[in-house]
């Protein structure tokens, strides 16, 4: 059974900095792309950044870029995501997911987490 975990979310003030994780166990960790999707209270799922199985490519949403990095541990089956200079719209529960490949689409992606509270106060 596939499980995806994510830990780290919580309250920081504008300009802070925090970094989520994602712990992956019941799949073949090295062999999916992993990606960080977010979802705020009465919007959308939104993309926010995906990585390549070993990491060699990554992409970004645009509203995080530059602040937000995303990166994975192969051996610990571990996938990170660091936000620095978070902004109240930042807010929102984060959701990581493994796929085949790396995509922006919420459809590219087979297994997701139950997610994880990130809150930006002003």
């Known amino acids: 059974q596939v499980q995806l975990v994510e830990s780290g979310g919580g309250l920081v003030q504008a300009g802070g900095s925090l970094r989520v994780s994602c712990a992956a166990s019941?799949?073949?960790?090295?062999?999916?792309?992993m990606a960080w999707f977010r979802q705020a209270p009465e919007k959308e799922r939104e993309f926010v950044a995906a990585?390549?199985?070993?990491?060699?490519?990554?992409l970004y949403g645009e509203s995080v870029k530059g602040r937000f990095t995303i990166s994975r541990d192969n051996a610990k089956n571990t996938v990170y995501l660091q936000m620095n200079s978070l902004k109240p719209e930042d807010t929102a529960v984060y959701y990581c997911?493994?796929?085949?490949?790396?995509?922006?689409?919420?459809?590219?992606?087979?297994?997701w987490g139950q997610g994880t509270q990130v809150t930006v106060s002003s």
């Open positions: 997911a493994a796929g085949l490949t790396v995509a922006q689409g919420v459809s590219g992606y087979n297994y």
């Open positions: 990585i390549s199985n070993f990491g060699i490519r990554r």
């Open positions: 019941g799949l073949t960790f090295r062999s999916y792309a």
